[in-house]
């Protein structure tokens, strides 16, 4: 147990005092004294906050170590970051431009912020299951050996009880229960209000059982210690039971109406009982009201002891019970999320805080501890030891990757076998990859990687087949050495798995190679957490497949169509899609480069891209096996195939019509080519690996000759160059249409632009492609139309 001493406490319920107050002053700051400059006024947080403050408190300058890591409730954030600026982590620049422009965020960002945030929150529901799966990753780096100097971080979420409404949260439950989830606190904020409503009764009861079926302890913290106390007084037991069955909605509308409210309506449902309504009586208006709202959650010794009696690594759930807007004279209104206290509220808010007009932002103002006691006391946070680990170093990567090209090969075959051969090296590059899949480990071709190096789990478990030596393909066994995570069907979880490994390099100094397979149209069910990862900058390789209507028997439920659009537009993403094995294992050498790239370099003007920044790939892959071309890889046609494009077939002077193709679409795209030839027309075939880059490099060379550098060429600006400008441009992929549609505009070439808009349906492969007009025939005539119309 961790005994607190008395000055520590008084000091404590100080600082409390102050992150409510800095943190209400920065929400008022924003929303009203640079009102006449932006506008923007959104409320959201000061409620929300101060719900918070007293929790936020008794873990920061108290229960958290430097090793741990919190994910805070997005409207937290004022609390924060008002924290860090007590600590003198965080700049008074930053909190007066709270909200605004290069201010601190709305929401705490890792990527925004400058005041270390541990994980970017503002979806809710998906920080939340971070922390989870950022545990899990805390162990699979240690049992890896990696990290093992130093102390095992806890990773806390702080939640809103309404974001417990986001099923991704109890996905992620399931899934820690089976990897057997250690170092996991969620701390529930008990508000009992969400955004627009009261929630509903007894929901504790339902928390409580769901979080110990999954093996978690439940912490219920309920009653502050002024009420603890009252009810050791006589008559105590009565005011218990009283609290025990008023509805949420009745006891948020008291406390929002105050100590007069209380006793009345106290007095009408206890009546005159003796000891109870003494109890009641013996304490003035304002004493009444400070009992009553003496919850748990809000009560800074009901805190500090729960989170300090904490001997064990068993995942915690702490139900705080706290009243929203705690403090501050909204609290408790249901309509009180969007409240901002007024000018004439904050006044008095600012008196009763004992700050100076003019002092609102000293750190020490209208506190009656002396500044240089604080000082003292925060220089000793635990917390406030912190230091960033040093950067994880890059694992080199080959330039070329190993693989045996078949004659005639998928792209989905090809990434099977490039991993296989990665799994028999002993190389740190082996190593340092880690594979992950929500179910469809083996339809997505990692099982040869899996069998050489096998499932993680914390405890080794065997292959109850192999060892009943039953023939199987896979050998099944997990051990704390394994390489492969092996998750249920939560394309979800697979996301914030991804997003957890892929901060390992930050949160643990581990750099991990995180590689996650998927079907493609499964992005879309995920897709939400797939951006989130990005958005906090976390680095992975998403490998989905298969992909588009090329999937034929399988139907319209498995073919993804709009996926190429997410891979242009999701920032943090560099999409590919390549045709053949070759190209595949090009980029698969690169993406394991960029993935491990860090720094704020500008945009290369080599190809206008952000390479040296680094970020994640996205990897569209398909099942068709296709004829492979049997040429040498030159450095040109490397680079060309990660920038993003290469002329299979140049275009000559006289060239009338150029295809672009993208992906598993490649044969249709060269026997169109070849037809057309046939009538001795000149025609060019460029072959597009990344539409997404192309685009991109596009973009960035034109903001940049905005900008005055005249000479900046994206790499699709040069090779259409070459197009004469009567040319026709036919695209054509398993995907969009828009995706290369824009490929007219770069030069300002006429356009036809193939795809699949419409839901696919099953049928053989011919069928389809002549259905949705991407066959070779289709792309002859489109071309011949668009020959027509010059
Ligand atoms: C995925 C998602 N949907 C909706 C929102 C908008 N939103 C922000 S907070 C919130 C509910 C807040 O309730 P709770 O989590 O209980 O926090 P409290 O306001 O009580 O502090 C909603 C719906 C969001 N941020 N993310
Ligand atoms: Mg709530």
């Not at 989905?544 to 891979?567: F, K, M, N, V, W």
Request: charged letters at 20%; glycine letters at 8%.
């Amino acid at each position: 147990m961790d005994r607190i001493r008395p000055d520590a406490l008084r000091i404590l319920g100080e600082l409390e005092k102050k992150v409510l107050w800095l943190a209400s002053w920065t929400i008022h700051h924003a929303n009203h004294v640079r009102e006449s400059t932006d506008g923007l006024k959104v409320g959201g947080h000061q409620a929300s906050s101060a719900s918070l403050a007293t929790i936020m408190t008794a873990l920061y300058f108290r229960a958290l170590r430097p090793q741990d890591r919190v994910a805070v409730k997005p409207h937290a954030s004022p609390n924060f970051h008002a924290i860090q600026y007590l600590l003198g982590r965080q700049t008074r620049d930053k909190l007066e431009a709270f909200r605004g422009y290069k201010g601190a965020q709305s929401y705490p960002s890792r990527t925004k912020d400058t005041d270390d945030v541990d994980f970017s929150t503002g979806s809710v529901g998906l920080g939340v299951a971070q922390t989870l799966f950022s545990s899990l990753v805390q162990d699979y780096v240690r049992a890896h050996g990696w990290g093992v100097e130093r102390p095992e971080g806890r990773m806390i979420a702080l939640v809103g009880d309404a974001e417990l409404d986001e099923g991704n949260i109890f996905e992620s439950i399931l899934e820690g229960w089976k990897q057997g989830l250690r170092n996991c606190w969620w701390v529930i904020d008990y508000n009992r209000q969400s955004l627009d409503a009261v929630v509903r009764e007894g929901l504790w009861a339902r928390y409580e059982a769901l979080f110990r079926a999954f093996g978690w302890d439940v912490v219920i913290l309920k009653y502050g210690s002024l009420l603890q106390e009252a009810f050791r007084e006589p008559g105590g037991e009565r005011l218990r039971d009283w609290i025990d069955n008023c509805p949420n909605q009745l006891y948020s509308a008291l406390v929002f109406q105050g100590g007069a409210a209380w006793r009345r309506r106290l007095h009408d449902e206890i009546g005159d009982q003796g000891d109870v309504t003494r109890l009641i009586d013996r304490r003035s208006d304002d004493e009444l009201a400070r009992l009553m709202t003496n919850l748990a959650g809000n009560d800074l010794p009901s805190l500090l002891e729960a989170f300090g009696n904490v001997d064990h690594d068993r995942p915690i759930c702490f139900i705080c019970y706290t009243i929203k807007g705690f403090g501050l004279p909204f609290a408790g209104h249901k309509d009180n999320h969007a409240g901002l206290m007024t000018p004439a509220q904050m006044e008095s808010f600012r008196t009763a805080m004992r700050i100076r007009p003019g002092h609102e932002w000293d750190r020490f103002e209208g506190l009656s501890v002396a500044a240089g006691e604080i000082e003292n006391f925060l220089k000793h946070v635990p917390f406030a030891a912190r230091t960033p680990h040093p950067p994880a170093t890059e694992i080199a990567v080959p330039a070329e990757l190993t693989v045996a090209i078949q004659p005639t090969m998928s792209t989905q075959t090809g990434f099977g076998v490039i991993l296989n051969e990665l799994g028999k090296q002993d190389s740190e590059l082996a190593r340092r990859i880690i594979t992950t899949s929500p179910d469809v480990t083996v339809s997505t071709n990692l099982g040869g990687w899996v069998n050489r190096r096998s499932l993680f789990a914390r405890e080794a478990m065997a292959d109850t087949f192999k060892s009943e030596r039953i023939p199987s393909t896979f050998n099944w066994e997990f051990s704390p050495k394994g390489q492969h995570i092996e998750l249920g069907i939560a394309e979800n979880n697979l996301f914030i798995l991804l997003s957890a490994l892929g901060l390992s390099h930050a949160i643990n100094g581990a750099r991990l190679l995180p590689i996650g397979t998927l079907y493609d149209p499964f992005i879309a069910r995920g897709l939400d957490a797939l951006n989130y990862a990005c958005y906090q900058d976390a680095r992975f390789i998403l490998v989905a497949t298969p992909s588009g209507i090329t999937l034929a028997p399988e139907g319209g439920a498995h073919q993804s169509i709009a996926e190429p659009l997410i891979g242009i537009s999701q920032d943090g993403l560099a999409m590919f899609e390549p045709a053949f094995v070759d190209e595949l294992a090009v980029i698969l050498a690169f993406a394991l480069s960029y993935i491990q790239k860090q720094g704020n370099a500008d945009v290369s003007e080599k190809n206008w891209l952000r390479d040296e920044t680094g970020g994640s790939v996205y990897l569209r892959l398909s099942t068709r096996p296709i004829e492979q071309p049997r040429r040498a890889m030159t450095p040109e046609l490397r680079q060309s195939i990660i920038d993003g494009a290469y002329w299979m077939r140049k275009p000559g002077p006289n060239c009338q019509v150029v295809v672009a193709y993208a992906g598993a679409i490649a044969p249709e795209a060269i026997q169109a080519v070849g037809l057309m030839a046939e009538d001795r027309r000149d025609v060019g075939l460029l072959a597009v690996t990344s539409a997404d880059r192309l685009n991109a490099g596009w973009t960035a060379a034109q903001r940049g000759r905005e900008r005055g550098l005249v000479h900046a060429r994206a790499h699709i600006e040069r090779l259409l160059a070459e197009v004469p400008s009567h040319c026709g441009i036919v695209t054509v992929l398993d995907g969009h249409p828009a995706t290369l549609a824009w490929l007219g505009a770069v030069h300002g070439h006429r356009v036809r632009s193939l795809g699949v808009e419409h839901f696919g349906q099953t049928g053989a492969l011919p069928d389809l492609y002549r259905h949705y007009g991407i066959d070779a025939p289709a792309i002859a005539r489109a071309a011949q139309v668009l020959l027509g119309s010059a």
